[in-house]
């Protein structure tokens, strides 16, 4: 899957800030976001309980193709969380950007995507993962604990200045729409 370059806009009109800066030149590029987001060794993502309750947690994040993926365990509260509605946010705040990225987060599944995610956990994080029939364990032992990855697919982010005064919206194509099962 490819992500199309997001447009950038302002995020506040001249009509709309004080003290929010309404100069187009401090619009900041997905570039910039994307590389805070990379180089994070750690974002919070925000997920939404079955009877609509938020949820928020820190998670490690890797960057694999154009998106940003994260593990957590199939049976966690985000895990469980995402599986009935992959809707959610990942927020990081870097030396000079802060980010709001909302999404919506897909299980990877092919064995390909898998190995791939994997071996960029373990060049970041030195955190080996198996890969063994579609199944993702902590660590080779057969008996480890069962992780899933997540590709987060950007559909709207936010970026705000160090200085305080500049915001940036980033616009993506929207996936599909969700349809929210329940369990």
């Known amino acids: 899957m490819s992500i199309d370059a997001p447009t950038a806009e302002l995020l506040f009109g001249g009509d709309d800030t004080t003290p929010m800066s309404s100069d187009e030149a401090t619009v900041k590029p997905w570039s910039q976001a994307r590389t805070c987001l990379e180089s994070a060794p750690k974002v919070w993502l925000a997920t939404t309980r079955p009877e609509g309750r938020a949820h928020v947690m820190p998670?490690?994040?890797?960057?694999?193709?154009?998106?940003?993926?994260?593990?957590?365990?199939?049976?966690?509260?985000?895990?469980?969380?995402?599986?009935?509605?992959?809707?959610?946010?990942?927020?990081?705040?870097?030396?000079?950007l802060d980010l709001v990225v909302e999404g919506l987060a897909t299980r990877v599944t092919?064995?390909?995507?898998?190995?791939?995610?994997?071996a960029a956990f373990l060049d970041k994080y030195?955190?080996?993962?198996?890969?063994?029939?579609?199944?993702?364990?902590?660590?080779?032992?057969?008996?480890?604990?069962?992780?899933?990855?997540?590709?987060?697919?950007?559909?709207?982010?936010?970026?705000?200045?160090?200085?305080?005064?500049?915001?940036?919206?980033?616009?993506?194509?929207?996936?599909?729409?969700?349809?929210?099962?329940?369990?």
């Open 59 to 96: 998670i490690l994040i890797v960057w694999v193709g154009d998106a940003p993926c994260f593990a957590t365990r199939p049976v966690s509260r985000k895990g469980r969380n995402l599986a009935t509605d992959g809707r959610c946010v990942i927020t990081v705040s870097g030396e000079d």
């Open 110 to 118: 092919a064995d390909d995507d898998l190995t791939e995610v994997a």
């Open 126 to 183: 030195a955190w080996e993962f198996a890969v063994r029939d579609g199944v993702v364990r902590d660590g080779p032992l057969l008996d480890a604990p069962e992780y899933a990855f997540f590709r987060l697919v950007p559909t709207r982010a936010f970026g705000y200045g160090a200085d305080g005064l500049t915001a940036t919206r980033w616009r993506f194509a929207q996936p599909a729409a969700p349809t929210r099962t329940t369990a």
